[in-house]
Structures are given as structure tokens and as C-alpha cells.
């Protein structure tokens, strides 16, 4: 028969452990109010023969309290009710040491399979982590309904980047960087209008980039489309000063051809020759 534990790890039945609970409450009680070593085989025995192939932990130590409480053994079987309670008060107190210790030694599997994008082996991403662990723990204590937490132990759910939900922040953004450039935007309390030249409009979405970064979790999509029509702005600006500069230069020219002729009065020929009204 498998065990499963609480932390929805699979384990072979070991009648050894249910014993030495059962032993350590009823050293805490009085001889009157002990059973004996025969006794806990019984209930060791009963529970391995069930025919099942697998079973909670939790069911397992409700069989137990059941089965003192037959035998009329209440102060002991109030004792290993507190036994078991201060065990999960244990669990509850630390339960992040060993998930911390195998992301430092690089051995968290699902860790890397949560956030397959992130290097592990770097520093910054198991600080990242670190914290990650963190809040892990408090959103399965502390945030979510244990029936969530429970469906998700047990695989029948997977809740997803549970290592941010602490933090009222979103993760793995679509930027929408059309909107925010058309129609202004604000960045730091700042408004942003919209930009008037290409450089500009690169500018202004690498500070929304960075801005969005630093307050969410994961990554982000940007869709560098946007960017066309302010490529196109930039063209038609520059067209428009070489055309200015071509004219300038075209006058200077020609004015001068005419300076050296002598034909000083024949300016308007020199404005017909650039297209000047």
C-alpha cells in the first residue's frame, strides 16, 4: 500500500511510524489510561490490511484517533490529537528550508519547470526564487481556500506561479504599445505625449518597457509594429528638410551663376529654376 503524503509525495506504508506515534502519547499519559504493545499492533495491522492501494496520511491518523477512542482510551487519544496538531504547527512553522536549500544546490525540478525561461544557476534568478519560495508558502497557509490547496497537491490542479500571488502584481504582460503611444501614456506620475519622430517613439517604449518591468513578474511581449508609423513621421521630416536645403543651396547657386554674368536683375528666372512661387 502507497501513502500519500501531504505535500502529494507518493511513499511506500511503513507500520513502524504509526507504532512510534502511538507510543510517544501514550508515554505522556497515565499507565491507567495506556494501552498496550499488543494494542498498537492490532491498529497498526488493521490499517495495513486494508485492501486499498493507496491512502492520505490524514486517513491514516483518523483511523488511529478512532481506534483509541473504541477502546475508551480518551486521554490518550486526546493526547495524540495534540501530537498530531503540534506536528502540522511544525510543518506550518518552517516549511520552506528544504525547497530553498535544493534550488541553491540546483536539484528543484519543479522550479525550473515552472519558469523553464529563467536560468537557475545565476545569482539574481535564485534570489528571484528565494523569494518565490516565500510566498509559495504564505499563498498555500495563508491566501488560498485549502480545498485549492488541496486539488493542487493532489495534481487535480495546477496553480500557476504561485510564487507571486503575495505581491498584487501581474505576470507575463502583452504591452500594449500601440495605445500607449498614439494616445500618450504615463510613466513615474509623468505624462508622456505622443511622440513626434521615430528616435523619440524608441525612447519612450524602452521607458515603458523598463517601467512595466519593475512592476511585474516574468516577461513581456511588445509589438514592434506600432513603431512603423513613426518611422514614416521621421522620412517625411527629413524629406522635407533635404527638399528645404536642396532649395536653399539650388537659390545660392544660381544667384551666384548670375552674379558672375552679371544678369543681377533676372531673379525670377532664378526662382522659376527652383520651383519657387
Excluded at 493507496?54 to 486521554?75: A, F, P, T
Excluded at 495534481?155 to 502584481?169: C, K, S, V
Excluded at 528616435?199 to 514592434?224: E, M
Aim: charged share 30%; aromatic share 6%.
Amino acid at each position: 500500500m502507497k501513502v500519500i503524503k501531504r505535500d502529494g509525495r507518493v511513499v511506500d506504508y511503513d507500520g513502524a511510524k504509526i507504532i512510534m506515534a502511538i507510543k510517544k502519547a501514550n508515554n505522556e499519559v497515565h499507565l491507567n489510561d495506556q494501552i498496550t504493545d499488543r494494542k498498537m499492533k492490532d491498529i497498526e495491522q488493521m490499517i495495513s490490511e486494508m485492501t486499498r492501494s493507496q491512502i492520505q496520511v490524514e486517513e491514516i491518523q483518523d483511523l488511529i484517533e478512532h481506534s483509541l477512542v473504541q477502546e475508551q482510551k480518551y486521554e490518550l487519544a486526546k493526547k495524540y490529537i495534540i501530537y498530531r496538531y503540534k506536528h502540522a504547527l511544525m510543518r506550518k512553522a518552517n516549511t520552506t528550508d528544504e525547497s530553498i536549500l535544493s534550488l541553491i544546490r540546483n536539484d528543484n525540478k519543479e522550479l525550473a519547470e515552472e519558469n523553464s525561461n529563467k536560468n537557475t544557476l545565476l545569482a539574481s534568478t535564485q534570489r528571484d526564487y528565494i523569494a518565490g519560495e516565500v510566498s509559495r508558502d504564505l499563498t498555500k497557509r495563508v491566501l488560498l481556500p485549502d480545498r485549492i490547496v488541496e486539488a493542487h497537491e493532489s495534481g487535480a490542479i495546477h496553480f500557476h506561479d504561485a510564487d507571486y500571488f503575495l505581491q498584487p502584481i501581474f505576470n507575463c504582460c502583452l504591452i500594449n504599445i500601440g495605445d500607449m503611444l498614439d494616445h500618450g501614456t504615463v510613466i513615474n506620475g509623468k505624462l508622456i505625449e505622443t511622440p513626434k519622430s521615430f528616435r523619440v517613439a524608441c525612447t519612450v517604449t524602452t521607458q515603458i518597457i523598463a517601467s512595466v518591468a519593475s512592476n511585474q513578474y516574468g516577461g513581456q511581449s511588445v509589438d514592434l509594429i506600432h513603431l512603423g508609423k513613426y518611422l514614416r513621421y521621421s522620412r517625411e521630416k527629413f524629406r522635407r528638410k533635404a527638399k528645404e536645403n536642396w532649395t536653399i543651396v539650388s537659390v545660392r547657386n544660381s544667384w551666384n551663376k548670375l552674379l558672375r554674368s552679371g544678369q543681377k536683375k533676372n531673379y525670377r528666372l532664378v526662382f522659376r529654376q527652383c520651383n519657387i512661387r
